[in-house]
């Protein structure tokens, strides 16, 4: 048993180092795609210390709104600002509907909230889109869809052209998001909400503004997550359980840390597909993924309760 | 616009027809036969196709015949989400007026097995739920025709091997499964096979929230390199799993998934690379059948159905298959109707109705349904029928039929389904059991 836990899988990874090679780059690609959802919560929670429940289902309503624009004839390359225009409405009803009348409210109340508005969409989604399963427009957008074979050490590495695309994707929203949030004036100001809610309102920052953009924010980076997992496996309100893989990647960046969702997300997606190959399938019979970043983010946690990115809260009394 | 017209429009018919249907206005000339669908969450795009197809073939009875020997069916829907839990608080809810009960999930059919004995509702569970449940001796009020979990995997071996079983011997077979009481059904079956033949059988279970993300399961893949793989797939694990197997190159035609791992719209994602892709399937779509005619006479044209786009969708595997599970339903009514003669019904009349089937050619082509199910009959000790399936084939844009009539090795699976159910009985003791059934 001990050779099976320290000495074959690191084996393994020597005698077929193209398979390695494949293991991280999916690991790689998830980890992408868990913290561009992990954002979303982040900012977030960094404007409002809310927990977003919705940012699920607003990854499914993006995807079915763009999907749905071209089904009835609008073109992808429209259908894609329009989607945007759409969420940006979604964001202002949201601010002005739920949160407006909510403020000062403790934190379990705009939570409960937030399911209220997965409920909604959940309800109103299918109400438009029907829940049957709809094919991302892929190559109308014009993400490739082949794919790159290589033949490492004489063995074989498969890329996936959306794949490439996705994690191209993902680093330059994430820089787009960084260079705003720490150099324009909104950006400032939304991590100003972020560090004392008074002081900021003090200095004349509105609350209303800055939610409806931090909405908008996690609005974009739903569509973003939307067409690339949509592209993977279609379009349907099962995507919606792909948040819940988010909540890890929280638990071990920190909710109000930006490069904590990033890395933790990248961290989580290499880890569990390489404890997976090498340990989860041969000794457990699979499927630890379900649990694997749990377990490490609950691991993390007992040493470091704010995560590794938190910020670290010092209550005085 | 468009579509939110016609979705209101949809909503005013919807509402229009409950009414209509409304238990006050049918009263004691009604049948309530609910229904615990899934047209919502991660696995509706198996559930709408199959429950518009139920729901067509209901009301295009009551539209041209007054409904079932005179009585009009009073069809009605409790929404689960396939989850277990609401699915038990919708059997609860459903139960006082019911004379059925159709779970729609092996998880809910197993939660609502033992209760069914006390408030004596008949489960319909039409190629689901728990495949002992074909002993009708122990589980007297549990009905899964035409075929079982079971039957589907022996099919599947057999199709494999030719029809020589012994050629399986040293091979490796992979089963890509939802981790879930229905995808863990089979696993006795593979084994007791696995260890008879000789083939090594390797289970890989899928997570809920890994069905759109098996990049893990299809790296073992590649690294086991199994001959073949089937799939007891359902809802958006179908699709991930097809895609991925597209991405890793997987051959197709080494890939086999069970009936409901054989939907259209599962496909749509991978089209033409998808080509060579099976699907073992008690049923198969005979869009030209006088059943369909009549659907669309009577309820398509006239604006009652749900479905979209009636001109595709009604041509698809699970839409046709929604039809042969009502059929099957109201042939067990009729059959109560004829026995005891009465007109209403109740849910223990049903229960005699569905164990006395007798779905035989003659009664396909009497009801405009001959090829969309093979022949099959049930008894007071077979409450399956074992009818048997085709291999259906994806050409790229459809299904097609590719093999002739195929037929479980009812040998292995007799015996096992007598020591499960005996099993199942022993450890829900006292559970009763049907002894005046002498098969």
């Known amino acids: ?99 407006r009348p909510l403020v000062n409210q403790p934190d379990i109340i705009l939570f409960m909230a937030t399911i209220g508005i997965t409920l909604f969409l959940v309800g109103f989604g299918e109400l438009i889109f029907g829940g049957e399963n709809k094919v991302m427009i892929t190559e ?76 908008f924010i996690a609005g974009i980076i739903a569509l973003a997550t939307g067409i690339v997992w949509g592209a993977r496996a279609g379009v349907s309100f099962a995507l919606e359980v792909i948040a819940y893989k988010a909540l890890p990647v929280l638990m071990l960046g920190g909710l109000e840390s930006v490069s904590g969702a990033i890395i933790g997300g990248l961290m989580i997606g290499i880890l569990e597909k390489l404890f997976e190959i090498y340990w989860g399938q041969p000794l457990m019979g699979g499927n630890t993924e379900t649990w694997f970043a749990f377990v490490l983010a609950l691991f993390v946690l007992l040493f470091r309760p704010q995560g590794l990115f938190g910020e670290r809260i010092i209550e005085r009394v | 616009m468009i579509k939110l017209t016609r979705m209101a429009a949809m909503a005013t018919v919807l509402a229009v027809g409950t009414a209509m249907y409304s238990p006050a206005a049918f009263a004691q000339d009604s049948i309530y036969v609910p229904n615990l669908s899934y047209r919502t969450g991660p696995f509706a795009a198996t559930g709408i196709p199959l429950m518009n197809g139920q729901r067509d073939y209901v009301m295009m009875l009551n539209a041209r015949d ?42 809910i059919t197993l939660q609502v097995l033992p209760k069914t004995n006390v408030d004596k509702i008949p489960i319909l569970a039409p190629g689901y739920g728990f495949s002992p449940m074909a002993d009708g001796k122990i589980f007297q009020w549990a009905f899964n025709p035409p075929a079982g979990y079971w039957d589907a995997a022996s099919m599947i071996l057999e199709y494999l091997s030719g ?154 595997v699970f839409y046709q298959r929604g039809i042969v599970i009502s059929m099957i339903l109201v042939e067990g009514i009729k059959a109560a109707q004829e026995h005891f003669g009465v007109k209403a019904v109740n849910a223990e009349q049903v229960r005699w109705g569905l164990e006395n089937l007798d779905m035989n050619a003659e009664t396909l082509a009497a009801l405009g349904a001959t090829g969309m199910v093979p022949p099959f009959k049930t008894s007071c000790g077979n409450h399956t029928g074992h009818s048997g399936a085709w291999m259906l084939e994806w050409d790229g844009a459809k299904f097609v039929p590719v093999s002739d009539l195929l037929q479980a090795d009812q040998s292995a699976i007799e015996p096992l389904i007598e020591q499960k159910a005996k099993e199942y009985a022993e450890a829900n003791a006292p559970w009763p059991v049907n002894n005046d059934c002498k098969e």
């Not at chain 1, 074979?149 to 052209?161: A, S």
């Not at chain 2, 229905?182 to 696995?194: C, D, H, N, T």
Request: proline share 5%; with cysteine.
């Open chain 2, 163 to 316: 029809g020589d079983m012994a050629s399986l011997k040293g091979k490796k077979i992979a089963f890509l499964h939802l981790d879930h009481p229905y995808g863990k059904e089979p696993i006795p079956l593979f084994e007791a096979m696995a260890k008879k033949y000789g083939f090594t059988f390797l289970p890989i279970p899928v997570g809920l929230k890994e069905m759109q993300n098996q990049s893990a399961q299809w790296l073992q893949i590649r690294r086991e390199r199994p001959d073949n793989v089937i799939m007891w797939g359902w809802g958006a694990m179908n699709a991930g799993a097809i895609t991925e197997a597209v991405k890793t190159k997987y051959p197709m035609d080494k890939f086999i998934g069970i009936w409901w791992s054989g939907s259209d719209d599962d496909m749509l994602t991978v089209g033409e690379a998808g080509k060579g892709y099976k699907s073992i399937s008690w049923s198969q779509p005979q869009p030209d059948s006088q059943a369909m005619a009549d659907i669309k006479k009577y309820v398509i044209d006239a604006g009652n159905s749900l479905v979209e786009n009636p001109d595709v969708d009604t041509k698809k």
């Open chain 1, 140 to 215: 109308q957008l014009g993400i490739p869809t082949g794919s790159y074979t290589f033949e490492p050490w004489g063995g074989l590495l498969i890329l996936e052209q959306k794949d490439i695309t996705a994690v191209i994707g993902a680093i330059v929203l994430v820089l787009a998001l960084l260079l705003f949030l720490n150099r324009s004036k909104m950006g400032r100001a939304i991590r100003a909400l972020g560090d004392d809610h008074q002081a900021a309102l003090s200095v004349g920052i509105s609350l209303s503004t800055i939610w409806v953009l931090v909405w």
């Open chain 2, 66 to 107: 007054g409904g079932v020997g005179g009585v009009k069916l009073d069809y009605d829907e409790c929404e689960t989400g396939y989850s277990t839990e609401k699915g038990v608080e919708c059997y609860e809810k459903t139960k006082d007026k019911a004379v059925v009960t159709q779970p729609w999930s092996t998880g």
């Open chain 1, 1 to 99: 048993m001990l050779n099976q836990i320290f000495v074959k899988p690191f084996v393994d990874m020597v005698s077929a180092p193209d398979f390695l090679l494949q293991v991280v780059w999916e690991g790689l690609v998830s980890g992408v795609l868990y913290a561009l959802i992990a954002l979303g919560f982040v900012l977030i929670y960094k404007s409002s210390r809310i927990f977003n429940f919705a940012q699920g289902i607003m990854v499914v309503f993006a995807a079915l709104t763009l999907v749905g624009l071209h089904e009835n004839g609008v073109p992808a390359l429209l259908a894609l600002p329009l989607t945007l225009v759409v969420m940006y409405l979604l964001a202002m009803a949201i601010e002005r509907v739920v949160l």
